[in-house]
């Protein structure tokens, strides 16, 4: 008669190894799945700046389009409580002026170390154009 795999003990040590081995994979796998995630997460970094400003532009380029069409030829600024305008403009003025205050922040953001401040700025000036638009069609 044939032997079935030894005695228990090598048998047991059959299957010690065997667990062995699936767990150094184990490892493996995790070791490859965290050196993904650090990568993407260094990137992520490098990129941020970009990545922060992308939204940014986009919507202040569909704010100054939209206010494009919608605005009147001439705007009103700095409304008075009788409802009359102090000073007017030109509606191109009225959109470039905002757009470029938006990209003059995000420029400061990519020259500087900090980016989170000049970014926040960024976002508070696209309230600009909206206050403008919401100036010009509502008025007192």
């Known amino acids: 008669m044939k032997k079935s795999g030894g005695t228990a003990e090598q048998q047991g040590e059959a299957v010690q190894t065997a667990e ?28 941020r700046k970009i990545v922060m400003a992308a939204p940014v532009v986009y919507v202040a380029l569909k704010l100054a389009s939209y206010n494009t069409a919608h605005l009147p030829e001439q705007v009103g600024i700095d409304l008075q409580a009788t409802g009359e305008f102090a000073q007017t403009i030109s509606r191109n003025l009225a959109v470039t002026g905002p757009l470029g205050l938006t990209l003059a922040c995000l420029l400061l953001m990519f020259c500087s170390r900090k980016t989170i401040y000049p970014w926040a700025i960024s ?18």
């Open 20 to 47: 062995v081995s699936g767990f150094e994979k184990f490892k493996a796998v995790v070791s490859k799945t965290n050196y993904v995630i650090n990568l993407i997460g260094v990137w992520l970094f490098r990129l």
């Open 123 to 140: 976002i508070f000036t696209l309230t600009l154009p909206l206050l403008l638009l919401l100036s010009n069609t509502y008025p007192a």
